[in-house]
């Protein structure tokens, strides 16, 4: 069931809440804690950042959230909010980043993993679209594990008018498809960048393709199977960082 607009959102997990105490603590309204919960670090940033924190027994935490992943804590935080995909292309201060456009990708499992995966690299934004894709939820927020607070998230409503966007604010466009694309261990990406991973099953949609100015290919010469998203997008964030890192050297000299 949906919740309405300006009720919170349930964070769980240990790393999330703590990341979110760190990062953002004026979106936190609330802790709540297990009555066996003991963890001294987090207990400490608790008191420190004054948040008002309520015991519960295990059982009605449970009632709260039914999770095995509630660690003993939960966080009433704000409703998450998404950044302006065009002011974040069109900011011409410092350096840009790289984005990852995720086309359809509905499991909260895999965009709570992709968050987490780019905040681990740095410099990385996400895209998602308004329709036909998860959202930024409780369970992405957890998966993440506090990763949304170092990664924008935009939400858009057309991936095509983003790319196109993106194009004229400097940005080039490429996209991970499972055949026929250049070899990511070959390629040269040129920066800044947004890249597109599709759906398993059903990849980049045509009108999403058609504005892609390179294909590139993850050459496996493995099982007949396939990297699902997540999995895709760390072996492409990491290529993609090791570049940008790379041509940034090389400017500087």
Same mark, same amino acid.
């Given at each position: 069931?949906?919740?309405?607009?300006?009720?919170?959102?349930?964070?769980?997990?240990?790393?999330?809440?703590?990341?979110?105490?760190?990062?953002?603590?004026?979106?936190?309204?609330?802790?709540?804690?297990?009555?066996?919960?003991?963890?001294?670090?987090?207990?400490?940033?608790?008191?420190?950042?004054?948040?008002?924190?309520?015991?519960?027994?295990?059982?009605?935490?449970?009632?709260?959230?039914?999770?095995?992943?509630?660690?003993?804590?939960?966080?009433?935080?704000?409703?998450?909010?998404?950044?302006?995909?065009?002011?974040?292309?069109?900011?011409?201060?410092?350096?840009?980043?790289?984005?990852?456009?995720?086309?359809?990708?509905?499991?909260?499992?895999?965009?709570?993993?992709?968050?987490?995966?780019?905040?681990?690299?740095?410099?990385?934004?996400?895209?998602?679209?308004?329709?036909?894709?998860?959202? =930024?939820?409780?369970?992405?927020?957890?998966?993440?594990? %506090? %990763?949304?607070?170092?990664?924008?998230?935009?939400?858009?409503?057309?991936?095509?008018?983003?790319?196109? +966007?993106?194009?004229?604010?400097?940005?080039?466009?490429?996209?991970?498809?499972?055949?026929?694309?250049?070899?990511?261990?070959?390629?040269?990406?040129?920066?800044?960048?947004?890249? =597109?991973?599709?759906?398993?099953?059903?990849?980049?949609? +045509?009108?999403?393709?058609? +504005?892609?100015?390179?294909?590139?290919?993850?050459?496996?010469?493995?099982?007949?199977?396939?990297?699902?998203?997540?999995?895709?997008?760390?072996?492409?964030?990491?290529?993609?960082?090791?570049?940008?890192?790379?041509?940034?050297?090389?400017?500087?000299?």
């Amino acid at each position: 069931m949906a919740r309405p607009g300006n009720s919170p959102l349930l964070l769980y997990g240990r790393n999330a809440v703590v990341e979110r105490l760190k990062a953002n603590m004026r979106g936190v309204r609330k802790v709540i804690l297990s009555d066996k919960f003991d963890d001294p670090a987090a207990l400490d940033l608790i008191k420190a950042r004054r948040i008002p924190v309520q015991r519960l027994s295990e059982k009605e935490m449970l009632k709260m959230k039914r999770t095995e992943r509630l660690q003993g804590i939960i966080a009433e935080v704000d409703p998450f909010r998404y950044s302006s995909f065009e002011d974040l292309v069109s900011n011409p201060e410092g350096e840009k980043l790289s984005f990852i456009l995720l086309d359809e990708v509905t499991d909260p499992q895999n965009l709570g993993a992709i968050i987490r995966i780019a905040a681990c690299f740095g410099g990385f934004g996400i895209v998602i679209p308004e329709r036909g894709a998860c959202d =930024v939820n409780e369970t992405v927020l957890s998966v993440a594990a %506090g %990763g949304d607070n170092y990664v924008p998230i935009c939400r858009i409503n057309n991936l095509s008018n983003a790319l196109i +966007h993106a194009k004229g604010a400097g940005y080039w466009c490429a996209g991970a498809v499972v055949d026929g694309g250049e070899d990511l261990t070959k390629v040269s990406f040129p920066f800044p960048l947004c890249v =597109v991973m599709g759906s398993e099953g059903k990849g980049i949609h +045509h009108g999403v393709e058609k +504005h892609l100015e390179l294909k590139v290919t993850l050459p496996m010469g493995g099982a007949a199977l396939s990297f699902n998203v997540a999995m895709a997008s760390a072996i492409f964030c990491y290529e993609i960082a090791r570049q940008r890192t790379k041509a940034s050297k090389t400017t500087n000299r």
